[in-house]
């Protein structure tokens, strides 16, 4: 028990394809955050949400579009992705303050035909 | 120059033996600092945060090096259950641009070997 679940686990979908990956958490957090992570490569920030207000948006392409309705769930929206956005989409979430670690959902695995 | 960096490894050891690596960090006002652990095709989970005074957790100690910026982690009498990909989490402090922001390490691959 993770405290933060993710779903799918796993998404296989064309380019044209629209889909959404969910996330939530269960930890009383008040910040939670999507990742990407490729083969070999460090975790890359994509967003982050602080009571439910986006703070962040690191250069993400607009094919990605994340949604936070309250502070417990958190979405990404995927529309005509591309290959090279084959990878392990992480949310994490944390009660945000400087000293205070992160912790993960299981990932949605995704693979773009 | 990456924010954060570590030797990828892999650190091959064998079961029982002692391993211990290092993580570089780039930003002076980096506040908070962690190890986490990452299994195969699985989430990153948080293992130890690192206090200045260097902290220690069963097998695990950790310490932190504030005036030449580097974090380690030593890991004594290893378990086959060891093998996993260590990373190394530095966080920006108060006030700085980078607060709140989680910068990983690549990671560095541990193989325990019986």
């Known amino acids: 028990e993770t405290g933060v679940t993710q779903t799918p686990r796993h998404l296989v979908m064309g380019m044209t394809n629209k889909k959404s990956l969910k996330c939530e958490q269960h930890?009383?957090?008040?910040?939670m955050y999507w990742y990407k992570q490729s083969a070999k490569k460090p975790l890359e920030l994509m967003f982050v949400y602080s009571l439910e207000e986006r703070v962040e948006n690191n250069s993400v392409p607009s094919r990605f579009s994340p949604e936070c309705p309250n502070s417990s769930h958190l979405f990404l929206h995927l529309h005509t992705l591309q290959p090279e956005d084959s990878a392990l989409y992480l949310c994490?979430?944390?009660?945000?303050?400087?000293?205070?670690?992160?912790?993960f959902g299981d990932g949605t695995r995704l693979s773009i035909l | 120059r990456k924010e954060v960096e570590q030797d990828p490894g892999p650190f091959n050891v064998p079961e029982g033996a002692t391993v211990a690596f290092n993580c570089t960090y780039s930003?002076?006002?980096?506040?908070?600092f962690f190890w986490y652990r990452q299994d195969c095709r699985k989430e990153p989970k948080l293992l130890m945060s690192v206090y200045s005074s260097g902290n220690e957790d069963g097998r695990f100690t950790a310490q932190l090096n504030r005036a030449s910026q580097y974090i380690s982690l030593l890991i004594r009498d290893s378990k086959l259950s060891d093998s996993a990909t260590y990373l190394c989490?530095?966080?920006?402090?108060?006030?700085?641009?980078?607060?709140?922001?989680?910068?990983f390490g690549a990671g560095t691959q541990v193989v325990v070997t019986p």
């Open positions: 930003n002076s006002a980096s506040q908070s």
């Open positions: 994490a979430s944390s009660q945000e303050n400087w000293s205070q670690p992160q912790h």
């Open positions: 930890l009383g957090h008040n910040a």
């Open positions: 989490v530095v966080k920006g402090g108060i006030s700085t641009d980078s607060w709140g922001k989680l910068q």
